[in-house]
């Protein structure tokens, strides 16, 4: 079974950085990429980065280019998002996700992978 725990999320000004991270229980072999997603209330949960295990090849939504950063650390197994100079449409709460061989969870399919193994979410909160 896979789990992913969050960390990082928290209360930012507008035009502030948040960096958060997510730590993979399985060994980088067993997935395929990273990804993270956000949930604001009322709405779907939308892919914001991901990034792929075997390439290294990244993915962002239009909205959050050039402003986010996703990353892997190897050795520790955890993927990190940058993001900077956060706008108040960057609030909600934000997922860890990966498409693995053992996930079993809900999937939601987004660049080319199958996301399918879901960590509990950190709230991001931005104030204008």
């Known amino acids: 079974q896979v789990q992913l725990v969050e960390s990082g999320g928290g209360l930012v000004h507008s035009g502030g950085s948040l960096s958060l991270s997510c730590v993979v229980s399985v060994k980088n072999s067993d997935y395929y990429a990273v990804g993270w997603f956000r949930q604001a209330p009322g709405k779907e949960r939308e892919g914001v980065s991901c990034?792929?295990?075997?390439?290294?090849?990244?993915w962002y939504a239009d909205s959050v280019k050039d402003r986010f950063t996703i990353s892997r650390d190897h050795v520790q197994n955890t993927a990190l998002l940058q993001m900077n100079n956060l706008k108040p449409d960057d609030a909600g709460v934000y997922y860890c996700?990966?498409?693995?061989?053992?996930?079993?969870?809900?999937?939601?399919?987004?660049?080319?992978?199958?996301?399918?193994?879901w960590g509990r979410g950190t709230q991001v909160t931005i104030s204008s």
């Open positions: 996700a990966v498409d693995s061989r053992y996930g079993g969870g809900p999937v939601l399919r987004w660049k080319g992978f199958r996301f399918n193994s």
């Open positions: 990034i792929s295990t075997s390439t290294g090849s990244t």
